[in-house]
């Protein structure tokens, strides 16, 4: 693979407008999706900062421009710079990505996230912690980091494991698209609006001080119900808790390949090509991480999340992140070769290494301040 290494220069790749009342941050590098860059991240951190601190400030709409509210964190900025020598670079947007995943989480304003189009990773991150989760139509959330040797990260550990059953797992295993109704019923998002209402219903967000109507009426005012599809998954959640509730990656694949001799439904033969395909240590990686996560705050998820990225990015057990990024994002022949190239050939040892601290003296810590917040005490 040969790169160049270049710094992100686009303009206003984040818009920030709004009232005295009520702030508006605005996703604006639609020509990429939206995914986060370091300076996206920056910028709407110190902006978030500012409106918590401005006692006139009563609400933050997160919305975003095109397609995507955001399709993840910029893994092509991460890869390049680490194939160029410049490791403190990947740690840096990590720590600066997790740490703002957690000022949103903690955020001490009321928080509205308008979602009308594709989120993952890390937008997912950016966008599930937040009070009030509206989707429409148009929405599609997906975690699918095991198909390029990552793993569902950014807090996916906590608010996946917080869902009904064992639907996470399922989740971040298969790498499954949920459309809006979906992720209403599952819990991912609070409310369904079509999308022809949305601006109406932001025009009337921004004037909150006219209605005395709460925030949360106002939006029950514009949602509808919406049905799940025949077909969906989460029609299927009881035997999706029958087999994503084992305690090995092997023993969910072999109950799933009991349950379709039967004649497999549609959404198994998805769930094992897509599980078959994936990165075996993500996969692993990704199955202890939610079950650690069931127990655990919001703090505790992303500090792990954080110990694993750095193991992965600096190929501490394998080389799989690079390898499922070239044949994904780069050459695009969607043909990673994984090493191990099978689930029975990742140890439990590989898997642990990738939970270890990592010592090294150079490595700058994540640090994640106390934020006490009565609002969302039981995230800390």
């Given amino acids: 693979m040969s790169l160049s290494f270049t710094f992100d220069t686009e303009a206003n790749q984040v818009l920030f407008s709004g009232n005295s009342k009520v702030k508006t941050v605005t996703l604006n590098r639609h020509q990429k999706l939206n995914t986060l860059n370091y300076e996206m991240i920056r910028q709407i951190k110190k902006k978030l900062q500012l409106y918590e601190n401005d006692p006139s400030v009563k609400l933050v709409i997160l919305k975003a421009n095109g397609k995507a509210f955001s399709a993840g964190g910029d893994v092509v900025s991460v890869i390049m710079s680490s194939i160029a020598g410049h490791w403190t670079y990947s740690s840096m947007f990590y720590r600066k990505l997790l740490t703002l995943e957690y000022f949103i989480a903690t955020y001490k304003k009321l928080t509205v996230t308008l979602i009308n189009g594709l989120v993952m990773g890390a937008g997912a991150g950016l966008s599930m912690n937040t009070k009030f989760r509206i989707v429409t139509e148009k929405a599609i959330f997906a975690m699918p980091e095991a198909s390029i040797g990552l793993f569902p990260d950014v807090g996916a550990s906590y608010f996946l494991s917080k869902l009904p059953g064992y639907f996470g797992e399922y989740i971040g295993l ?9 992720m209403v019923a599952c819990g991912l998002a609070t409310h369904f609006v079509p999308s022809v209402k949305l601006n ?5 967000l921004q004037d909150v001080t006219s209605s005395s109507l709460p925030i949360a009426a106002i939006i029950e005012t514009f949602t509808e119900k919406v049905e799940l599809k025949e077909g969906s998954s989460f029609r299927r959640l009881e035997t999706i808790n029958k087999c994503f509730s084992k305690g090995t990656v092997e023993e969910i694949i072999i109950c799933l390949e009991k349950e379709s001799e039967n004649g497999a439904e549609e959404w198994i033969t998805n769930a094992l090509n897509s599980m078959r395909l994936a990165c075996p240590l993500s996969l692993k990686i990704f199955l202890k ?15 792990r999340d954080y110990t694993i990225g750095i193991h992965i990015v600096r190929r501490t057990v394998s080389n799989d992140f690079y ?7 780069f050459d695009k022949d969607n043909k990673p070769k994984w090493e191990p190239s099978m689930l029975e050939l990742v140890s439990e040892e590989m898997v642990d290494q990738c939970f270890r601290n990592i010592d090294d003296d150079d490595l700058e810590r994540l640090q994640l301040p106390d934020r006490a917040n009565p609002q969302i005490a039981s995230r800390l």
Wanted: glycine fraction near 14%; aromatic fraction near 2%.
């Fill in 200 to 204: 109406i219903l932001e025009n009337v």
């Fill in 323 to 329: 390898e499922g990024s070239r044949a994904k994002l």
């Fill in 174 to 182: 298969t790498g499954t698209q949920l459309d809006g109704a979906e």
């Fill in 289 to 303: 991480s939610i079950r650690m996560g069931r127990g655990q705050n919001i703090k505790q998820c992303l500090y």
